[in-house]
């Protein structure tokens, strides 16, 4: 099992999804794990997605290896060999939504005060292609058009209904339903599991593999404009507002 605990709101950092890409890469590589159950250790909140201060006000290198950071996390994950369950216990928003849409399985505490989806347009700024591809892989094109250009938040019961979470659970249930869903899923021979699931996932992790050079350059140049800029920053000054 995997938890995040990054106060207060498990955000992305550059440090946190650097340590996150080699903790996946050990289970990875150990042998004796099969799967892992990715969780968060603070209470109402999955992960708020990608640390929006590391995308503000830095410089082109930093924006560069931020970037890196992100694909190389999502690559991890999506392309992992184990098992993966997300048991989303809290809000999930954007980068948040991209970890849970990556697992192989995602069960949500049924609570509808916890959301989860791609709201980035909601921020001024747009989904990269490969959070549009797992979104489709997961949700269908229809779904993905509408849920992606709104940016849109789902509350738990919608998002079961819409299929962007397989299943909801009363919250104290949350951990004990995903270690049975982990032990049918482990119940199947690895090869045959793994294969399949490569044959699923090949063609979107191949195009990210493909074009992560071009997708950094188009992020800085994307992330740096003035536009962009003032958009994240009244969207962290309305993050604040909120709460006073
Ligand atoms: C070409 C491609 C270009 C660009 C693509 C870039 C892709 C980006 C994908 C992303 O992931 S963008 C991030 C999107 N995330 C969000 O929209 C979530 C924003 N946060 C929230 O909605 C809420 O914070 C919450 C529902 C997660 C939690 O609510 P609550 O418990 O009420 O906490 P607070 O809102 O008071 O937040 C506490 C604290 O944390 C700061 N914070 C929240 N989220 C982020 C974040 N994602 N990055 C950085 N900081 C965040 C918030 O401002 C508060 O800070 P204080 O200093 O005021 O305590």
């Not at 590391?54 to 950071?69: I, L, N, P, Q």
């Not at 229809?142 to 909801?168: H, N, W």
């Not at 949350?174 to 996932?201: C, F, G, N, Y």
Request: hydrophobic share 45%; glycine share 4%; with cysteine.
């Amino acid at each position: 099992m995997m938890k995040f605990k990054s106060p207060p709101v498990n955000s992305l950092s550059l440090d946190f999804l650097t340590e996150f890409s080699i903790s996946l890469e050990k289970l990875e590589n150990d042998r004796a794990c099969r799967g892992v159950i990715i969780t968060s250790a603070i209470p109402k909140i999955f992960s708020s997605g990608l640390d929006i201060t590391e995308m503000c006000g830095k410089s082109v290198e930093h924006y560069a290896e931020f970037w890196r950071a992100v694909q190389e996390m999502w690559l991890r994950l999506y392309g992992s060999n184990m098992v993966t369950v997300a048991a989303v216990n809290g809000a999930s928003p954007a980068g948040g939504c991209l970890i849970a849409l990556s697992c192989d399985y995602r069960i949500m505490a049924e609570n509808p005060k916890f959301s989860i989806g791609l709201n980035e347009a909601q921020l001024g700024i747009v989904a990269p292609f490969w959070f549009k591809d797992t979104f489709v892989n997961v949700v269908g094109q229809r779904i993905a058009e509408r849920a992606l250009q709104l940016g849109s938040l789902y509350p738990a019961p919608e998002a079961l209904k819409l299929g962007l979470v397989d299943e909801l659970v009363p919250e104290e249930k949350l951990l004990e339903k995903a270690s049975a869903v982990m032990a049918q899923w482990l119940a199947l021979p690895d090869h045959a599991r793994q294969i399949t699931k490569s044959m699923m996932r090949k063609a979107v992790l191949d195009r990210l593999v493909a074009h992560r050079e071009e997708d950094i350059k188009y992020f800085i140049n994307f992330i740096s404009k003035e536009s962009i800029q003032k958009s994240l920053r009244m969207y962290m000054e309305m993050l604040k507002k909120k709460k006073s």
